[in-house]
Nanobody, 118 residues
């Protein structure tokens, strides 16, 4: 089993920054990719950014150049640095860990709310 605990969400003004953290515990392997998703009210969850075990990253077009995903494999933690935030970034952000050794199987955090005021 894998447990994911997110932190760092909150209220920020447009143009500001936030850093989200997601600490993973349990049966963790650094070879597995991790990601951040977000969900707007009454919408499906959408991919924000991914990072492989070796550090390769990929971003949604809407956040490229503003958000940076990173991971610390020693701490089993993934981060999302969000700069130049816009009101349309307001959403609940979820951490994802995908175990490619089995299935694959996805694990999710509980979500952290980000609100960007105009």
């Amino acid at each position: 089993q894998v447990q994911l605990v997110e932190s760092g969400g909150g209220l920020v003004q447009a143009g500001g920054s936030l850093r989200l953290s997601c600490a993973a515990s349990g049966s963790i392997s650094s070879i597995n990719p991790m990601a951040w998703y977000r969900q707007f009210p009454e919408k499906q969850r959408e991919l924000v950014a991914t990072i492989t075990g070796s550090g390769d990253t990929n971003y949604a077009a809407s956040v490229k150049g503003r958000f940076t995903i990173s991971r610390d494999n020693m701490k089993n933690t993934v981060y999302l640095q969000m700069n130049s935030l816009k009101p349309e970034d307001t959403a609940v952000y979820y951490c994802n860990y995908r175990d490619i050794r089995v299935g694959p199987r996805d694990y999710w955090g509980q979500g952290t709310q980000v609100i960007v005021s105009s």
